[in-house]
């Protein structure tokens, strides 16, 4: 059984920093994309980033471009969402999400096929 299970969430001024863990299980993601997804209360669901689990290569929203950045370790079948500089605007639910390769529109939350229960992540100003 797939399980992806997202933490280090919380309340945090705004110019502080969070990082947050996506724990995977329950099969080998060598070949699978590894998103970041956000979704605030009233509105959409929002690509944050991704990364490659095989090559480690990532892609950025440009909301977040600069202040985010995603990791991963191969070991622990871990995915990390490091946030900096963060804003209010950056206040939601914060999901990780797998996507099986090759993916070709790595934004579209519809392509993922496992998904985290998310993570609250609230910045005060």
């Known amino acids: 059984q797939v399980q992806l299970v997202e933490s280090g969430g919380g309340l945090v001024q705004a110019g502080g920093s969070l990082r947050l863990s996506c724990a995977a299980s329950g099969r080998t993601f060598s070949n699978y994309a590894m998103g970041w997804f956000r979704q605030a209360p009233g509105k959409e669901r929002e690509f944050v980033g991704v990364?490659?689990?095989?090559?480690?290569?990532?892609y950025y929203a440009d909301s977040v471009k600069g202040r985010f950045t995603i990791s991963r370790d191969n070991a622990g079948n871990t995915v990390y969402l490091q946030m900096n500089s963060l804003k209010p605007e950056d206040t939601a639910v914060y999901y990780c999400?797998?996507?099986?390769?090759?993916?070709?529109?790595?934004?579209?939350?519809?392509?993922?096929?496992?998904w985290g229960q998310g993570t609250q992540v609230t910045v005060s100003s």
């Open positions: 990364i490659s689990w095989s090559n480690g290569g990532t």
């Open positions: 999400a797998a996507h099986r390769m090759p993916v070709s529109k790595w934004n579209v939350a519809g392509g993922y096929d496992y």
